[in-house]
């Protein structure tokens, strides 16, 4: 509804990225929107996930799998970012801008 996108727009705005937190669309997907304004475009950016399903929020799904430890931590994926977490980019999913 409007009032929905006006929340993501205003996110997006923010903090440079938004994410979705509950599936859109067909199930099981999930989309995130990033900013390629917050990457130096001669660098390639690195991303990795965490996701915790809607069917079982006890279970962590980790992409790319095995090499996103600290994304995919219970805490993090539910919301706490207080903690501190791991992160070893050097395994994530490599996107490159050129």
Request: aromatic content about 10%; charged content about 20%.
């Amino acid at each position: 509804d409007d009032k929905t996108i006006s929340k993501r727009s205003t996110y997006f705005q923010q903090y440079g990225w938004v994410g979705n937190t509950m599936s859109m669309g067909k199930a099981g997907e999930n989309e995130i929107i990033i900013d390629k304004k917050l990457f130096d475009k001669k660098s390639p950016i690195h991303l990795a996930a965490g996701l915790m399903p809607e069917v079982n929020p006890t279970q962590i799904i980790s992409l790319p799998e095995g090499h996103s430890a600290g994304c995919a931590n219970a805490k993090l994926v539910s919301g706490d970012p207080n903690e501190s977490y791991n992160f070893l980019p050097t395994g994530w999913y490599r996107i490159d801008l050129e």
